[in-house]
């Protein structure tokens, strides 16, 4: 199938509008957290989030423009940030330990089940790289 850069641009553009919306629910989430003076920080699966956000931003729009990518290179980009973008609801979830009924352990920076989330996008992103590289 023939992709063209526009229609990669037209999808990409959708995700990035997700992850924006979702980062700034985030923010205001933790921005009201301090008003009541409870303790905030940002989780490992908002950096997740920031990484797909980058490598939308930077590969797939940002270099292609400047004309120092080709499309197949952008493809490729597209998929990694698509990759990791949707493992992004997985770690959320992780993060306020929602993947049991359990009684859940005390608010951390990383709960057990975000780090889990975290190892398998982690492995499925360097999966996708190495094959990238072998198939190319």
């Not at 770690?91 to 975000?114: D, I, N, P, V």
Request: include cysteine.
């Amino acid at each position: 199938m023939d992709v063209q850069l526009a229609n990669i641009w037209v999808a990409a553009g959708i995700i990035l509008g997700f992850e924006v919306t979702w980062f700034t629910w985030r923010i205001s989430r933790e921005v009201k957290m301090a008003g009541k003076r409870e303790r905030t920080w940002l989780p490992p699966a908002d950096i997740v989030n920031l990484i797909a956000m980058v490598v939308i931003a930077i590969g797939v729009f940002i270099l292609p423009i400047l004309g120092l990518i080709d499309i197949d290179l952008v493809k490729r980009l597209f998929a990694l940030a698509v990759l990791i973008f949707v493992g992004y609801p997985f770690a959320l979830a992780g993060h306020y330990q929602l993947f049991s009924a359990k009684r859940k352990e005390k608010q951390t920076r990383c709960s057990s089940q975000e780090r889990i989330v975290l190892l398998v996008i982690a492995a499925l992103t360097v999966i996708y790289i190495v094959l990238w590289a072998i198939i190319g």
